[in-house]
């Protein structure tokens, strides 16, 4: 596959990903602030809409994998999706006055399900671009070293713009998705070819068959366990690091320079992962990351005695936030290869479906990680108002780094001995190609 092609298939990951932050971060207090909508109300809504999106993953995929016309397999899904969720965007952040619950309810839910819609087919393309182990890696780099890069936009670009409120931030960015979303993905489908699936064994009767059969994939079940346990140990900081800054370090305004610091670091550090894991292997490099990370959050507490702990902080984010272009990049491309296991014992390439399963993986875990961290601290009383004592800090601490640290080392071990490197998967190709 030429850099061209490369470059054109990875473009729209940078637009899609500068929507995260108005959907996460911005919209809770732009419905209740500026909409007037009961917090409460807002709460159950988008919990009720996220519930539906994980019970869509996997029809998706499913159904991604199952079409069957002359534009591909995955194109079509992007394209019907696309405009679905441009038109979600400009409801949810350009509401009529007056608008309730049940707009709240109908264009959050078209911006939530077109984006599955649409992101579930792109990756499962990525994974089905190339069949090479290490051009796998390439295309799979550029993608989501363009997510990060689009993370580090949608937070910047308010700040270099002068805007504050959150109602003209959400404005902003999701003006921007759309307008740069649009034409990335309308170049991508037309530019990109969408690889035609394998004829072999005829397809599973129904999703449940296919998702016991992908069940029975080991090398799977070691890498969503792995990708699991390391989504877990990234939440919890991500739902912490605010408190921290505030109760911990009393610098909440030094939160946002070290965020640009965390998510620059993701960037700027794609290619050391992509040279590491095209010489090394991916799961090697992959354990790496996630060993240093792990370290990393090892030494925040004694940072905290020195007299520039903000210094150290930044250097602790730096290490992290390579770490963090590591979680990124490596472990979609090893999912291409974990495709091939499948494809090889079923004779038909279930790439959508995998992905969907990953994906319901992660958003468990990033479900699981503030629900955990604010349940056991509100056992022990912590407030965000007030003072808090020793326990308390202590606690919340233990929550954003020291789990998180434990958890990365896990989930390295749990990796160390993945059984699919380089020559392994070069000749899962040569018998899938064998028996074609």
Not at 37 to 58: E, H, K, N, Y
Not at 335 to 351: F, I, M, P
Request: net charge positive; charged share 15%.
């Amino acid at each position: 596959m030429t850099r061209r092609k490369r470059l054109i298939y990875a473009a729209p990951a940078l637009p899609l990903a500068m929507l995260g932050l108005p959907l996460l971060v911005i919209l809770p207090d732009f419905w209740a602030g500026a909409m007037r909508l009961d917090l409460a109300t807002v709460g159950i809504v988008l919990t009720a809409v996220r519930i539906f999106d994980v019970v869509i993953d996997p029809m998706v995929g499913r159904l991604s994998d199952l079409s069957r016309s002359r534009f591909g397999r995955r194109r079509p899904f992007m394209a019907l999706a696309m405009p679905v969720a441009a038109v979600g965007a400009i409801g949810l952040f350009f509401p009529p006055a007056g608008a309730g619950a049940l707009w709240l309810f109908v264009f959050y839910a078209l911006v939530t399900w077109g984006w599955t819609a649409l992101s579930l087919p792109y990756w499962a393309w990525g994974a089905e671009l190339s069949e090479d182990y290490a051009e796998r890696q390439r295309i799979t780099s550029l993608r989501e070293g363009g997510t990060i890069l689009g993370i580090l936009i949608s937070a910047l670009a308010p700040v270099l713009l002068g805007i504050t409120s959150h109602v003209g931030q959400a404005h902003l960015l999701a003006l921007l998705t759309i307008g740069l979303a649009g034409p990335a993905v309308a170049l991508a489908l037309i530019a990109v070819p969408d690889p035609k699936p394998a004829r072999g064994a005829a397809p599973p009767a129904g999703l449940g068959d296919a998702l016991r059969l992908i069940g029975g994939n080991a090398p799977f079940r070691r890498l969503i366990l792995a990708w699991a346990v390391n989504g877990l140990a990234n939440g919890l900081p991500a739902a912490l690091i605010l408190i921290v800054f505030d109760k911990v370090l009393h610098a909440p305004d030094a939160s946002g320079p070290i965020l640009l610091v965390y998510f620059a670091a993701g960037v700027a550090s794609v290619p050391l992962w992509l040279a590491l894991s095209v010489r090394a292997g991916k799961h090697r490099a992959w354990t790496i990351a996630m060993a240093v990370s792990g370290l990393a959050f090892a030494f925040v507490p004694s940072i905290l005695r020195t007299a520039h702990p903000l210094i150290w902080f930044g250097v602790i984010s730096l290490f992290t936030g390579a770490g963090l272009g590591a979680d990124f990049t490596i472990p979609p491309a090893i999912q291409a290869d974990v495709v091939d296991v499948d494809e090889l014992a079923s004779g038909e390439r279930r790439a959508g479906l995998y992905f969907a399963a990953a994906t319901m993986a992660q958003k468990a875990g990033n479900a699981l990680a503030p629900g955990i961290a604010f349940s056991l601290l509100g056992l022990v009383g912590f407030s965000t108002h007030g003072r808090n004592g020793a326990m308390q800090i202590t606690l919340l601490l233990l929550l954003y780094c020291g789990v998180p640290s434990a958890l990365k080392i896990a989930a390295a071990a749990i990796m160390r001995r993945f059984p699919i490197d380089r020559a392994a998967q070069e000749d899962l190709r040569a018998a899938i190609a064998a028996r074609a």
